[in-house]
């Protein structure tokens, strides 16, 4: 008589254990397709962010050039070349060397 009730407890512990790793496989295929999406997702952040920093660098280098600074600076801040008149002619810079040189040539 112990046997159909050694039987009836080893299978209702294998139907127990069953279902729980069912139920963990679950779990877990579902915290897997929802990694997979959350990775997707950081996968497209990650090429739009690298889009956006490809078309940043070449406006930023197109902002070095010195025909885009001329138009910036005549359409967005409506700057004109200076007039003759307002402009002032420096003389040319003396290098202490020959200015040393000069004053000590001079009695």
Known sequence: MKRPRSFVALWTLAT?????AFVVH????????SLGYGLRDAREEQAR????????????ASYKTPERV?????TLLGME????DRTVLLAPVQ?????????SESP
């Open 16 to 20: 127990v254990a069953t279902v729980a």
């Open 26 to 33: 679950l779990a877990l295929r579902g915290k897997v397709v």
């Open 49 to 60: 962010l690298r889009e956006m920093k490809r078309v940043l660098q070449v406006e930023s």
């Open 70 to 74: 001329e138009i910036v600076a005549r």
């Open 81 to 84: 070349p200076a007039p003759p």
């Open 95 to 103: 290098e202490p060397e020959a200015h040393a040189l000069a004053s």
